[in-house]
């Protein structure tokens, strides 16, 4: 990583922000200088106060937040005495701010290169036509295939790999002299994300811009970031070059995030070996399997799950991986008969479920559960916390309502939750707490075997890790079996005895974890693997990433 050097480009002087005479500061006293040509990481969980440092950093604080105390500076100058006029200027002028979730950013009524195209109108000057042209230009140089007919796309017929370039192509085509990405990247995939930072990063080099990366994510910071801030509580509690902060990170908080982001060895010797090797009994078998979904408005279908074989073992977990519409989660609802497969055989326990009548699948529902992707979408809005994980011990008729009440008490403590919040409700509760409530709801049955649907999808880093060793715990206590569904190869690494990589529907690889990480034989594979971003290898594995990409889209 280049070090900064020259003059400070943005410099933030004891910043401080509140919501209002009487509440608690959401930033307190946070200093930071960035340098013209520097990208600088700003990592901190839920709650740290990201979000509001950038968006008191351009002016667009949410509706009651105010800068109570501290200082702005771009070029030396205060933002803070600037003119209503001026800081229309700066922003998105010489300060441009790409945020999460880009087809919630674009208007939907607006073809996307009209939408760009107004951006620069509105900070150069120049006619419809040369912003037009400007648009298109730009969408090519974001790698977008075909930029004069995407130009003319509106949002919802952008994937969101797509959508997020075009908010990037956005952001940069009046050349601003300071980026804010705040989590630009969240909720893509791997391999698409990888993409948006190259592009991101190498178009800010190009034009000397600064960039202040916000992310939860310490793979990010390891591998695109100069210099990293940690924040905890609305203040940054560290700030250091990333190597030295990888190296030996000096504050006991900064210290417990870079624990939590290292990958967890999976167990492979002794008794656990033992009872998930080849010779343990086979207790879910998949073969040919096959889900069509009707395009609508023809008569063609797409083939979600296309001819898929694979079998779990007792106490082994199975990683399903590959990209979003790969048929990942449409195989998972299968399984559990949330949907029903068009052709091919599901074994479970050496019975066939495959083509089984609800009444008689009913009482084997005890043994087989979900934990769905969206907690707070699969969780009732209206019921507390007890009776969403005691709904499931009603499957057991030998439970009456005390018994029932007693063992949702025994199971928000195997997942780690304090007892106060059984009579909590789903939005009262954490992204963490809720995927716990989830995980805790799907074991009330005592299952042996698990699909856990992206479990870990855009977690703080902690949060992430305290899930990744739930999931390893249960398996040592109480034996059970999983298919673990995910894109983040981390979670794989740490988890899972044997790795299936799907693509397109069908399954492309599939081998032990560490033979797979080792030794990929698919390009697709490899293509997968060269996105991960581990922070034990930092800028080293760019030069082997980058190779690896070329390779498997060659």
Same mark, same amino acid.
């Given at each position: 990583m280049?070090?900064?050097?020259?003059?400070p480009?943005?410099?933030?002087?004891?910043?401080?922000?509140?919501?209002?005479? $009487?509440?608690?500061?959401?930033? #307190?006293?946070?200093? *930071?200088e960035?340098?013209?040509?520097?990208?600088?990481?700003?990592?901190g969980?839920?709650?740290?106060?990201?979000?509001?440092?950038? !968006?008191?950093?351009?002016?667009?604080?949410?509706?009651? $937040?105010?800068?109570?105390?501290?200082?702005?500076?771009?070029? $030396?100058?205060?933002?803070l005495?600037?003119?209503?006029?001026?800081?229309?200027?700066?922003?998105?002028?010489?300060?441009?701010?790409? $945020?999460?979730?880009?087809?919630?950013?674009?208007?939907?009524?607006?073809t996307?290169?009209?939408?760009?195209?107004?951006?620069?109108?509105?900070?150069?000057?120049?006619?419809?036509?040369?912003?037009?042209?400007?648009?298109?230009?730009?969408?090519?140089q974001?790698?977008?295939?075909?930029?004069?007919?995407?130009?003319?796309?509106?949002?919802?017929?952008?994937?969101?790999?797509?959508?997020? !370039?075009?908010?990037?192509? %956005?952001? %940069?085509?009046? +050349? =601003?002299?300071?980026?804010?990405?705040?989590?630009?990247?969240? @909720?893509?995939?791997?391999?698409?994300?990888?993409?948006?930072?190259?592009?991101?990063?190498?178009?800010?080099?190009d034009?000397?811009?600064?960039?202040?990366?916000?992310?939860?994510?310490?793979?990010?910071?390891?591998?695109?970031?100069?210099?990293?801030a940690?924040?905890?509580?609305?203040?940054?509690?560290?700030?250091?070059?990333?190597?030295?902060?990888?190296?030996?990170?000096?504050d006991?908080?900064?210290?417990?995030?870079?624990?939590?982001?290292?990958?967890?060895?999976?167990?492979?010797t002794?008794?656990?070996?033992?009872?998930?090797?080849?010779?343990?009994?086979?207790?879910?078998?998949?073969?040919?399997?096959?889900?069509?979904?009707?395009?609508?408005? &023809?008569?063609?279908?797409?083939?979600?799950?296309?001819?898929? #074989? *694979?079998?779990?073992?007792?106490?082994?977990?199975?990683?399903?991986?590959? /990209?979003?519409?790969?048929?990942k989660? &449409?195989?998972?609802?299968?399984?559990?008969?949330?949907?029903?497969?068009?052709?091919?055989?599901?074994? *479970?326990?050496?019975?066939?479920?495959? +083509?089984? =009548?609800?009444?008689?699948?009913?009482?084997?529902?005890?043994?087989?559960?979900?934990?769905f992707?969206?907690?707070?979408?699969?969780? +009732?809005?209206?019921?507390?916390?007890?009776?969403?994980?005691?709904?499931?011990?009603?499957?057991?008729?030998?439970?009456? !309502?005390?018994?029932r009440?007693?063992?949702?008490?025994?199971?928000?403590?195997?997942?780690?939750?304090?007892?106060?919040?059984?009579?909590?409700?789903?939005?009262?509760?954490?992204?963490?707490?809720?995927?716990?409530v989830?995980?805790?709801?799907?074991?009330?049955? @005592?299952?042996? *075997?698990?699909?856990?649907?992206? =479990?870990?999808?855009?977690?703080?880093?902690?949060?992430?890790?305290?899930?990744?060793?739930?999931?390893?715990?249960?398996?040592? /206590?109480?034996?059970?079996?999983?298919?673990?569904?995910?894109?983040?190869?981390?979670?794989?690494?740490?988890?899972?005895?044997?790795?299936?990589?799907?693509?397109?529907g069908?399954?492309?690889?599939?081998?032990?974890? /560490?033979?797979?990480?080792?030794?990929?034989?698919?390009?697709?594979?490899?293509?997968?693997l060269?996105?991960?971003? =581990?922070?034990?290898? @930092?800028?080293?594995?760019?030069?082997?990433?980058?190779?690896?990409?070329?390779? @498997?889209?060659?």
């Amino acid at each position: 990583m280049r070090a900064p050097g020259g003059m400070p480009l943005l410099s933030v002087e004891d910043l401080t922000v509140d919501f209002g005479e $009487g509440t608690a500061k959401v930033l #307190s006293d946070v200093s *930071f200088e960035l340098r013209r040509d520097e990208v600088l990481g700003i990592v901190g969980e839920t709650g740290a106060g990201k979000s509001v440092l950038a !968006r008191a950093l351009i002016d667009l604080l949410p509706e009651g $937040g105010r800068i109570v105390g501290g200082d702005l500076r771009l070029d $030396g100058a205060s933002i803070l005495d600037m003119d209503a006029a001026e800081r229309r200027q700066m922003r998105g002028g010489r300060i441009a701010l790409i $945020g999460t979730n880009a087809k919630a950013l674009l208007d939907p009524v607006e073809t996307v290169g009209a939408q760009i195209a107004r951006v620069l109108r509105a900070h150069k000057p120049c006619s419809r036509k040369e912003a037009w042209a400007a648009a298109v230009d730009l969408l090519a140089q974001v790698g977008i295939v075909n930029p004069e007919r995407r130009a003319r796309a509106y949002p919802h017929q952008l994937s969101g790999g797509m959508a997020q !370039r075009v908010v990037i192509a %956005m952001a %940069m085509v009046a +050349n =601003p002299e300071v980026v804010l990405a705040d989590d630009a990247t969240l @909720g893509l995939d791997a391999t698409i994300q990888v993409q948006v930072l190259d592009l991101l990063v190498k178009r800010c080099r190009d034009l000397g811009a600064g960039v202040v990366l916000i992310t939860h994510d310490l793979g990010i910071i390891a591998h695109y970031c100069d210099r990293v801030a940690i924040m905890k509580d609305g203040r940054i509690v560290e700030l250091d070059e990333v190597g030295h902060f990888l190296e030996a990170p000096k504050d006991g908080y900064s210290r417990t995030l870079l624990d939590a982001a290292k990958v967890r060895p999976t167990p492979r010797t002794g008794e656990a070996a033992d009872e998930t090797g080849e010779h343990a009994p086979c207790l879910l078998e998949i073969g040919r399997l096959v889900k069509t979904f009707p395009i609508s408005g &023809t008569t063609e279908v797409v083939r979600a799950i296309d001819d898929v #074989s *694979f079998s779990v073992r007792k106490g082994e977990t199975l990683a399903l991986v590959g /990209e979003s519409g790969s048929g990942k989660t &449409t195989v998972g609802q299968c399984l559990v008969r949330l949907l029903e497969s068009d052709s091919g055989g599901i074994a *479970f326990d050496g019975t066939d479920i495959t +083509n089984m =009548p609800a009444h008689q699948f009913r009482p084997l529902r005890r043994r087989i559960q979900m934990v769905f992707q969206e907690p707070y979408v699969a969780l +009732n809005p209206r019921w507390p916390v007890r009776a969403l994980i005691g709904e499931p011990l009603q499957l057991d008729p030998a439970l009456d !309502r005390g018994a029932r009440a007693r063992r949702a008490r025994e199971l928000l403590d195997l997942v780690h939750l304090p007892a106060r919040l059984a009579d909590s409700y789903p939005h009262e509760l954490t992204a963490g707490e809720q995927k716990r409530v989830g995980i805790a709801r799907a074991l009330a049955t @005592g299952p042996d *075997f698990v699909v856990f649907d992206e =479990p870990t999808t855009a977690l703080d880093i902690r949060v992430r890790a305290q899930i990744i060793d739930l999931v390893r715990d249960l398996q040592a /206590e109480i034996g059970m079996s999983a298919l673990f569904i995910t894109h983040d190869l981390n979670s794989v690494r740490s988890l899972a005895h044997n790795v299936a990589v799907m693509r397109h529907g069908k399954i492309v690889e599939y081998g032990e974890t /560490e033979a797979i990480f080792a030794r990929p034989a698919q390009d697709y594979t490899r293509m997968l693997l060269a996105a991960e971003l =581990p922070i034990e290898q @930092g800028a080293a594995q760019r030069e082997r990433a980058e190779t690896l990409r070329l390779a @498997g889209t060659a």
